[in-house]
């Protein structure tokens, strides 16, 4: 069974910078793209940042553009996403998601949120 597990989140000020980890297990990481979304409480899902298979092509919400980078370890099966200049609008837990099927390469549609982890909880505040 696909596994995601995500740690790192933290409460820092603003400005300050995180990084994010989620290991991966029960499928072969390098076959799929990757995505993290978010979401705050009582808020909508937003996807934040994708990544293809082999970490050639990323993309980012115009949300997060220039303050995140995702970026992958396939051999270590993990996937990462470095925040920095967080903003108290980035608060939000962090989830690591599967995109639906290998054809995929983490665009804002591709991604599996049945597939998430329990998430890591990110909090911005002075």
């Known amino acids: 069974a696909v596994q995601l597990v995500e740690s790192g989140g933290g409460s820092v000020q603003p400005g300050g910078s995180l990084r994010l980890s989620c290991s991966a297990s029960?499928?072969?990481?390098?076959?799929?793209?990757m995505s993290w979304v978010r979401q705050a409480p009582g808020e909508e899902l937003e996807w934040v940042a994708g990544?293809?298979?082999?970490?050639?092509?990323?993309h980012y919400a115009d949300s997060v553009k220039g303050r995140f980078t995702i970026s992958r370890d396939n051999p270590k099966k993990t996937l990462y996403l470095q925040l920095t200049n967080l903003k108290t609008e980035d608060t939000a837990m962090y989830y690591c998601?599967?995109?639906?099927?290998?054809?995929?390469?983490?665009?804002?549609?591709?991604?599996?949120?049945?597939?998430r982890g329990q998430g890591t909880q990110v909090t911005v505040s002075a």
């Open positions: 029960g499928f072969i990481l390098s076959s799929y793209g």
């Open positions: 990544i293809s298979r082999l970490g050639r092509t990323t």
């Open positions: 998601t599967r995109d639906r099927d290998t054809l995929q390469t983490g665009t804002k549609d591709d991604f599996d949120w049945a597939t």
